[in-house]
């Protein structure tokens, strides 16, 4: 027996070194990874992951790795390496790498002839040649700069341009649009001053001057990343306007984020053409046609974009069947958002949830933050709720998010539903949201629904003996909502339920833990955080559920991520990330003009399967090897 159990956990740390998280798209045939050379708020990768989507989703999973060097080039090499252990974790049916430093530092030394994968790049500006592409198990779609036709527009509107200077952050990028403007400079309708890489925003600055005084124009590519003078990080919104306001003549661009950030026109490309090149021909690798057969190709869309703000700024006056087919915009400012969290500042969930809002809106969104704090002090909740409506009103945000329950039920249906214009969107509702009167006119937003029935089931697959379960939560508005849906699924569950325990206290949940130990063959354990003790002192969870395992001694399953380490033993995890991005994708449509009526409430669908193999250990619990294939594995924090 104790030669097994000696086998079981030499398997199970084969098992543990393979874990990943699992999207909720388990059923999906493809599984698809997808490295972006860059950051995940930079606006070109949004554009890139919406073309690719367009084609895969609904057929295919996605793991995302963002190496982020745009800001940190130097980390590079690294985030490579990371993202190949996330490959031999994941082992995709394919990969997609954009831009040239996921070439260079991934696709090259990884996997480009040494696996049978499939990989198409997209996003690439360097010759394909540099990277030895075509390979056995790479293609893809080259990024070339629409910078000739970018130039003849911008002629068209101002026929005094003559003569026009270059500019880009110095970078792997900054170079190969150099050589594609050195290869082609000679045939464009004006003449080239110069080429410049700055590689501080001081150098762009001092740059530009000195090609205002040689040029009618100026062609900016990109300069994200490039660091101020503290050595931060910049990106093209901040960026445009200061170089902009400097040069203070037509500066020119080939993004329609650039333009709407502050430039006067471009010929732009698109990082959705990027992306859905790549995905249909990743999707033809997947269905079996062999590489060798799916030829690289280049980007040939273009399309012309004037921002009218600027245009009348510079007293620009075009005829007007020169804008005939021209895609107008606005100069685009970052629009103020007021976020407000019904808990702490420093509890998990409001971080994944602070984190999927900030993955949508930290490039658009003056982002201001409000903690009620009601996990450990409900009672202040009201005037808590009275300060985040005056700072409402101080503020004058164009969109709220209001996340979890008691800022519904404090803040929004007392201030704002239905009593102003501004479009709200909660997440990480649990009640029924017609228990607040949603949707309304201005609130709509997506609920959080625990994955119990299927942490249920999950338990049984390692533990089929489990035949009754007891739920507990804190009593709250919370955990009341918790135990409500426990309770409506109850009949869909495949064990019997025998108790729904709400404490009021910690001494109150160790008593009801030990009652249900001898009713139960396992637990149902929601939120605890901030229940008092007999000393009136909230105590955390970290050290209620130490203490309700020890009493209860059998397995304890929850619905979240963040429990688990403190001694249960697994989870099928609901996500903030999930609720903070689809609240703050749904916000952003409504706070561009979409009418919040059209925009319908939603709910969470993605989960994360985890074990806690030291609570595994513990309980003696030894599963088939193979029921761990896809599972995230963690140990008891110490």
């Not at 202040?380 to 009103?393: D, H, I, P, S, V």
């Not at 929004?412 to 909660?426: H, I, R």
């Not at 008593?511 to 001898?518: F, G, H, N, P, Y």
Request: aromatic share 8%; glycine share 6%; with cysteine.
């Amino acid at each position: 027996m104790r030669e097994k159990s000696q086998i079981f956990y030499i398997l199970l740390a084969v098992f543990l070194s393979l874990s990943i998280p699992v999207p909720g798209h388990a059923a999906a045939p493809f599984k698809v990874l997808v490295v972006m050379s860059y950051d995940e708020a930079y606006a070109w990768q949004k554009e890139i992951a919406e073309g690719i989507e367009s084609v895969l989703d609904g057929n295919s999973i996605f793991e995302y790795f963002y190496m982020d060097t745009k800001n940190h080039l130097e980390e590079g090499p690294q985030k490579a390496q990371e993202a190949f252990e996330l490959y031999q974790r994941f082992k995709p049916d394919g990969v997609i790498a954009a831009d040239d430093n996921a070439q260079s530092m991934f696709v090259v030394p990884y996997l480009k002839d040494k696996v049978d994968t499939p990989v198409m790049f997209c996003g690439v500006n360097a010759d394909p040649n540099q990277y030895g592409y075509p390979a056995k198990n790479v293609s893809g779609i080259a990024e070339r700069l629409h910078i000739r036709e970018s130039l003849a527009f911008a002629q068209q509107l101002v026929p005094s341009i003559k003569k026009v200077g270059y500019m880009q952050k110095d970078s792997p990028s900054g170079r190969a649009v150099m050589r594609q403007f050195e290869g082609e400079s000679a045939n464009y309708p004006v003449q080239s001053v110069a080429f410049k890489l700055p590689k501080t925003l001081a150098e762009a600055k001092a740059m530009t001057e000195e090609l205002k005084k040689d040029c009618d124009a100026l062609f900016y590519e990109t300069m994200e990343g490039i660091p101020d003078e503290n050595g931060n990080p910049l990106n093209d919104r901040t960026v445009i306007p200061i170089l902009s306001k400097i040069f203070d003549k037509p500066v020119i661009s080939n993004n329609l984020y650039h333009v709407e950030y502050g430039t006067l026109a471009a010929v732009i490309k698109t990082g959705q053409e990027q992306g859905e090149v790549a995905a249909r021909k990743l999707l033809e690798a997947m269905e079996g046609k062999p590489v060798a057969e799916i030829p690289i190709t280049t980007n040939h869309k273009g399309r012309q974009v004037l921002n009218v703000t600027v245009m009348e700024a510079l007293g620009i006056k075009p005829k007007p069947f020169l804008l005939k087919g021209v895609h107008l915009v606005k100069t685009n400012t970052k629009m103020k958002v007021l976020v407000v969290m019904s808990y702490e500042k420093d509890f998990l969930w409001d971080d994944e949830v602070k984190a999927g809002i900030e993955s949508v809106l930290a490039d658009s969104g003056d982002l201001r933050y409000f903690y009620m704090d009601t996990k450990t002090n409900l009672q202040g909740g009201l005037e808590k709720a009275r300060q985040a409506y005056e700072l409402y009103r101080a503020f004058q945000p164009e969109g709220v998010i209001a996340a979890d329950d008691n800022a519904q039920s404090m803040f929004v249906v007392p201030y704002l539903k239905e009593k102003v214009e501004t479009p709200v969107m909660f997440c990480g509702v649990n009640a029924d949201p017609g228990k607040y009167g949603y949707p309304a006119a201005n609130v709509s937003g997506i609920l959080e629904r625990g994955h119990i029935k299927e942490s249920i089931a999950f338990l049984q697959e390692l533990s089929p003996a489990v035949q009754s379960i007891g739920y507990m939560a804190k009593e709250s508005p919370t955990g009341r909502a918790v135990l409500e849906q426990a309770k409506l699924e109850e009949n869909v569950s495949s064990v019997k339920s025998v108790a729904y325990l709400l404490p009021k206290t910690l001494e109150e949940a160790v008593a009801m833990a030990e009652a249900m130990q001898k009713q139960a063959d396992a637990m149902f354990l929601a939120t605890m955080q901030g229940i008092p003790g007999e000393d009136g002192r909230s105590r955390t969870e970290k050290e209620v559920i130490p203490l309700v395992a020890k009493v209860f001694g059998k397995p304890i399953i929850t619905d979240n991520a963040y429990d688990l380490k403190y001694g249960m033993l697994l989870t099928l995890a609901v996500s903030g990330q999930e609720q903070g991005r689809k609240a703050a994708k749904m916000l952003l449509k409504a706070m561009k003009g979409a009418p919040v009526s059209e925009i319908p409430l939603i709910r969470n669908n993605q989960g994360r399967r985890m074990i806690n193999v030291t609570a595994m250990k513990e309980l003696g619990i030894t599963p088939n090897p193979r029921s761990l294939i896809g599972v995230e594995l963690i140990r008891t924090e110490d």
